[in-house]
């Protein structure tokens, strides 16, 4: 997903024609939240089938955005293509460990790991990382993006709180590599 434009446009075009338009017209407008809600009731409404790989990209586009927390029952609802999945989203974040965490100028306390996306050929994982509110809530946006081995005992790679997409594409770049044991 290095071109965002040209993914959006990608999945806008599952949609029939009319649709897709106005997909397409939400990103040229700036209105991306919109445009996400209405290619996810387009695929609900016209049935569909989606890729996992496409599901994923959608909820990558959508925690972008700021509408994954929005979005996410209703992707998890688009019908799949019944292919062998590479990638698998995980409903409701397939669990959370609350792991203590210290970050440069933060206190310790803890950043509770969310499993986001989980590659199905090497089992590495997409988490993320969420402080604890005072009311005992996540927060709304990640603290930061990690892959981790399936096990979660090894750390591959950390991405900032605003490269969501970059830490997909390297869930994907990672697994791609053909001397990679994926």
Same mark, same amino acid.
């Not at 016209?46 to 209703?74: C, F, K, N």
């Not at 397939?94 to 590659?119: K, N, S």
């Not at 509110?133 to 946006?141: R, T, V």
């Given at each position: 997903?290095?071109?965002?434009?040209?993914?959006? %446009?990608?999945?806008?075009?599952?949609?029939?024609? /009319?649709? !897709?338009? #106005? $997909?397409? &017209?939400?990103?040229?407008?700036?209105?991306? #939240?919109?445009?996400?809600?209405?290619? $996810?009731?387009?695929?609900?409404?016209?049935?569909?089938? @989606?890729?996992?790989? +496409?599901? !994923?990209?959608?909820?990558?586009?959508?925690?972008?955005?700021?509408?994954?927390?929005?979005?996410?029952?209703? @992707?998890?609802?688009?019908?799949?293509?019944?292919?062998?999945?590479?990638?698998?989203?995980?409903? =409701?974040?397939?669990?959370?460990? &609350?792991?203590?965490? !210290?970050?440069?100028?933060?206190?310790?306390? =803890?950043? +509770?790991? +969310?499993?986001?996306?989980?590659?199905?050929?090497?089992?590495?994982?997409?988490?993320?990382? =969420?402080?604890? #509110?005072?009311?005992?809530?996540?927060?709304?946006?990640? =603290?930061?993006?990690? @892959?981790?081995?399936?096990?979660? /005992? @090894?750390?591959?790679?950390?991405?900032?709180?605003?490269?969501?997409?970059?830490?997909? !594409?390297?869930?994907?770049?990672?697994?791609?590599?053909?001397? %990679? &044991?994926?």
């Amino acid at each position: 997903m290095t071109d965002d434009a040209v993914a959006w %446009n990608q999945l806008a075009a599952l949609l029939p024609e /009319a649709q !897709a338009r #106005e $997909v397409r &017209d939400c990103w040229s407008i700036g209105e991306q #939240e919109a445009g996400l809600g209405l290619l $996810v009731s387009g695929i609900l409404a016209h049935d569909v089938p @989606i890729s996992e790989t +496409v599901r !994923a990209q959608i909820s990558v586009l959508a925690e972008i955005w700021g509408e994954r927390e929005a979005l996410t029952p209703r @992707i998890l609802q688009c019908r799949g293509d019944d292919a062998p999945a590479r990638l698998k989203v995980l409903e =409701h974040g397939g669990g959370t460990d &609350d792991e203590p965490a !210290a970050g440069p100028g933060q206190g310790p306390g =803890h950043l +509770v790991l +969310v499993p986001w996306i989980t590659c199905t050929r090497c089992g590495q994982l997409l988490i993320r990382a =969420h402080s604890r #509110e005072g009311w005992g809530d996540l927060s709304y946006l990640a =603290h930061h993006y990690v @892959i981790t081995s399936s096990d979660r /005992a @090894i750390v591959h790679r950390t991405f900032p709180a605003e490269a969501p997409g970059a830490a997909f !594409a390297a869930l994907l770049d990672k697994c791609e590599e053909p001397t %990679n &044991d994926c």
